[in-house]
């Protein structure tokens, strides 16, 4: 409900993926829950998902339905996130507004007179007014980061190879990375937890099959406390 209102306000929304209530149902059945148990997830628009298209702001590539999850939303659902919509990005991604011909510009929604930036931009509106609480994004130069600051939030780029990147539509210089982005870092360790797991490492040979390292975030943590615990 609150991803359509938010919607409505910003239009960062291409998708709506469909059938979240039966994969919560199945995953209510399951003795072992994965660590994004529940958590509904936003998913931007190249990144394949069964049965949606994957348009990357084109019309050329409309009629292409995906017959199958790419491995990022695969690994997702085997740790019990549940992917749910599909947000805009500007055409062909090469471009740090969020804007195209097909599902329109998207709004800032901090500023609806501002850009939520790009290539991200739809997850970066949607997760700042308050309609996803995760999001996947992808970034070359700037992508995820962005329209993370533009909007507010907290996003990461990890290591080139470090998550499974799937197909790509064209071909870079710089390869780009999927990561996550989300309202505070410790949405962005677990996101990264979850994926750096044993399902994708089979899933997808040629990640290099090293699981997140829970001491490097710990020995980069801040060393004063927190804001409200200096009051």
């Known amino acids: 409900?609150?991803?359509?209102?938010?919607?409505?306000?910003?239009?960062?929304?291409?998708?709506?993926?469909?059938?979240?209530?039966?994969?919560?149902?199945?995953?209510?059945?399951?003795?072992?829950?994965?660590?994004?148990?529940?958590?509904?997830?936003?998913?931007?628009?190249?990144?394949?998902?069964?049965g949606h298209i994957s348009s990357g702001g084109m019309v050329k590539f409309l009629g292409q339905v995906k017959e199958e999850d790419s491995v990022i939303v695969q690994?997702?659902?085997?740790?019990?996130?549940?992917?749910?919509?599909?947000?805009?990005?500007?055409?062909?991604?090469?471009?740090?507004?969020?804007?195209?011909?097909?599902?329109?510009?998207?709004?800032?929604?901090?500023n609806p007179q501002k850009s939520p930036g790009g290539s991200s931009g739809g997850e970066g509106?949607?997760?700042?007014?308050?309609?996803?609480?995760?999001?996947?994004?992808?970034?070359?130069?700037?992508?995820?980061?962005?329209?993370?600051?533009?909007c507010g939030l907290c996003g990461l780029k990890p290591t080139g190879n470090r998550i499974s990147a799937g197909d790509r539509p064209f071909v870079l210089a710089?390869?780009?990375?999927?990561?996550?982005?989300?309202?505070?870092v410790d949405s962005l360790a677990l996101c990264m937890k979850a994926l750096l797991c044993q399902e994708m490492f089979q899933l997808d040979p040629s990640v290099p099959p090293i699981p997140f390292n829970e001491q490097v975030r710990l020995r980069a943590a801040p060393m004063s406390p927190p804001a409200q615990q200096q009051r």
């Open 75 to 110: 690994v997702l659902k085997h740790q019990g996130g549940i992917p749910f919509v599909k947000t805009n990005i500007p055409q062909t991604m090469i471009n740090y507004d969020c804007s195209n011909l097909i599902f329109g510009q998207t709004l800032n929604p901090l």
């Open 125 to 150: 509106a949607l997760i700042a007014g308050g309609g996803s609480i995760l999001g996947m994004g992808s970034d070359v130069a700037g992508s995820i980061r962005l329209p993370s600051s533009f």
């Open 1 to 50: 409900g609150e991803a359509l209102e938010v919607n409505r306000e910003v239009n960062c929304v291409t998708d709506f993926i469909y059938g979240c209530e039966d994969q919560l149902q199945k995953l209510k059945q399951q003795k072992e829950k994965g660590l994004l148990y529940g958590i509904p997830i936003s998913i931007k628009d190249h990144i394949n998902c069964k």
């Open 174 to 184: 710089v390869a780009g990375v999927l990561g996550p982005m989300a309202r505070d």
